[in-house]
């Protein structure tokens, strides 16, 4: 995910549920399959106008963008350049790790917060984080965070308030204690 102007937004990659690495052949069946799921002539009721077509169609549209940058190898190198300088030129206030970080288990959903220097807090979920590749798993007192790859990633993480960011360093295999960082 890329954060910008305080919002998440999905990278192409990310819209057709595939790895930045992968190669144009996972690629292409990721697109087959969104396409088809997403395609208008697919949706029942063609006729009548709701919410939930609009965002199909909005989906479809995604999707068809999606596969036309990175479906095209010249593109595609543009792309994945334009990402690593969005993810380089970021702007920071500090790094921080998932050790600095305060963790809430409500059961459902694991939420992790750090305080911002304007009195408001930095904050992602398990659900973000699965976006960005990362899944959380609980053992007794113990959370573990592993990324989709053997090696580490970083988010960027924007305040709730300010214009102020941090970026997330996430290790590929990061275990959290509850004794230490559980707030109930």
């Known amino acids: 995910m890329i954060?910008?102007?305080?919002?998440?937004?999905?990278?192409?990659?990310?819209?057709?549920?595939?790895?930045?690495?992968?190669?144009?052949?996972?690629?292409?069946k990721a697109y087959r399959s969104a396409i088809l799921c997403f395609h208008p002539d697919k949706q029942q009721n063609a006729s009548e106008t709701s919410n939930s077509?609009?965002?199909?169609?909005?989906?479809?549209?995604?999707?068809?963008?999606?596969?036309e940058t990175v479906g095209n190898p010249r593109s595609r190198a543009l792309y994945d350049a334009e990402l690593l300088t969005l993810?380089?030129?970021?702007?920071?206030?500090?790094?921080v790790s998932l050790e600095d970080l305060t963790v809430q288990?409500?059961?459902?959903?694991?939420?992790?917060?750090?305080?911002?220097?304007?009195?408001?807090?930095?904050?992602?979920?398990?659900?973000?984080?699965?976006?960005?590749?990362?899944?959380?798993?609980?053992d007794g007192d113990t959370i573990s965070l592993?990324?989709?790859?053997?090696?580490?990633?970083?988010?960027?993480?924007?305040?709730?308030?300010?214009?102020?960011?941090v970026r997330l360093l996430i290790n590929s295999d990061t275990r959290l204690h509850r004794d230490v960082h559980l707030q109930l």
């Open 87 to 95: 993810r380089q030129d970021t702007a920071t206030a500090e790094d």
């Open 3 to 28: 954060s910008s102007s305080n919002l998440f937004h999905k990278t192409h990659y990310e819209i057709l549920g595939v790895k930045e690495d992968a190669n144009f052949e996972e690629v292409r």
């Open 53 to 67: 077509e609009c965002v199909t169609d909005n989906k479809f549209l995604e999707i068809q963008r999606a596969w």
């Open 146 to 165: 592993l990324t989709s790859k053997s090696l580490p990633t970083s988010v960027v993480l924007p305040c709730g308030s300010c214009s102020l960011k």
């Open 105 to 138: 288990d409500s059961g459902d959903i694991i939420e992790l917060s750090y305080p911002c220097r304007c009195g408001d807090c930095y904050f992602i979920d398990s659900f973000e984080l699965a976006d960005t590749g990362c899944s959380i798993s609980r």
